[in-house]
């Protein structure tokens, strides 16, 4: 009888996908004739991890079976994974041993006023965010370049809802579909480490009603622990500018991330970079004026 344990149904979904992206030639097999399965077979996996196919079968249909460490890394190794899968593999079947009541810790997500600080005194666009990609914290750089996160509902202030939520969003970025698919891989890494999550179930599930291109990504089971790339994206008020985006972790288990956007030195972006942060500052300047105004006493 199949467990309901959601470790193990989430490590026979990776298992599909990803057995479902390998081709025959890809491992060194000849295609054969027609083939019923996109991808490879569950008994041509199973041949190359040197499993047999009832054991294989019954992990990828998430049954009780707890692959030992050398079978884990025989199977990466026919699925071909990347080191951030591969990673993923192991976690998803380490956990799968644990007794279903063993739930993991769930502590309330915080942003250290050091951290606060830290934003505010960067000369770049930058936030935090949280284990499901919640937006915690910005910047003013932040906000005049992808908006402001508190125009939002706290439960709508998110990176993965916005790119797939928001068709301004998808306007502004260029690259969309490359950004969307490595945050979609962030996410799903997070959602491994607690599948039961209330957050994770709640994000997941509203995207997968409302987005065809989120049901498309998250089926593809990809994960990454951080993710980076570059985008152009098409401001309204400078134009276009092109940044590197990276993620860089921040204290915690699991923490949060720093995501931080940066300009290359020296070129027309970071000059429209640094417009933005002018206009963004002469801004600020007179929303403060009128209300320095009025506190200043009148003469006699």
Not at 64 to 86: C, I, W, Y
Not at 117 to 146: F, Y
Request: glycine share 6%.
């Amino acid at each position: 009888m199949a467990t309901a344990h959601p470790y193990a149904r989430e490590l026979g979904d990776f298992l599909r996908a990803r057995r479902a992206r390998l081709r025959p030639r890809d491992v060194g097999l000849e295609p054969g004739g027609r083939r019923k399965v996109t991808g490879l077979r569950r008994e041509e996996i199973a041949l190359l991890a040197g499993l047999s196919t009832d054991y294989y079968q019954r992990m990828e249909q998430g049954r009780d079976v707890r692959p030992s460490d050398e079978a884990l890394d025989a199977l990466a190794t026919a699925l071909r994974l990347d080191d951030d899968e591969r990673r993923h593999l192991f976690d998803l079947a380490r956990s799968a041993r644990r007794p279903l009541h063993a739930r993991p810790r769930r502590a309330a997500e915080r942003v250290p006023e050091s951290t606060r600080r830290l934003l505010h005194v960067m000369g770049t666009p930058g936030l935090v965010l949280g284990r499901h990609l919640d937006v915690l914290a910005w910047n003013p750089l932040a906000e005049a370049l992808l908006g402001d996160p508190a125009s939002r509902p706290p439960a709508e202030r998110n990176m993965v809802a916005v790119l797939f939520r928001d068709p301004e969003a998808r306007m502004l970025c260029q690259g969309w579909e490359s950004m969307a698919r490595q945050y979609v891989a962030m996410l799903r890494a997070a959602v491994a480490d607690d599948p039961d999550h209330p957050r994770a179930t709640t994000l997941v599930g509203e995207l997968s009603i409302h987005s065809a291109d989120f049901r498309r990504l998250w089926a593809r089971h990809d994960v990454r622990e951080n993710v980076h790339g570059t985008t152009l994206f098409q401001h309204p008020t400078v134009g276009g500018i092109t940044l590197d985006w990276d993620t860089y972790p921040l204290p915690g288990s699991p923490g949060p991330v720093l995501l931080v956007f940066t300009a290359e030195p020296e070129t027309a972006d970071a000059e429209r970079l640094q417009l933005l942060a002018s206009l963004r500052a002469t801004r600020d300047t007179a929303v403060r004026r009128p209300s320095a105004d009025r506190a200043r006493p009148r003469p006699a």
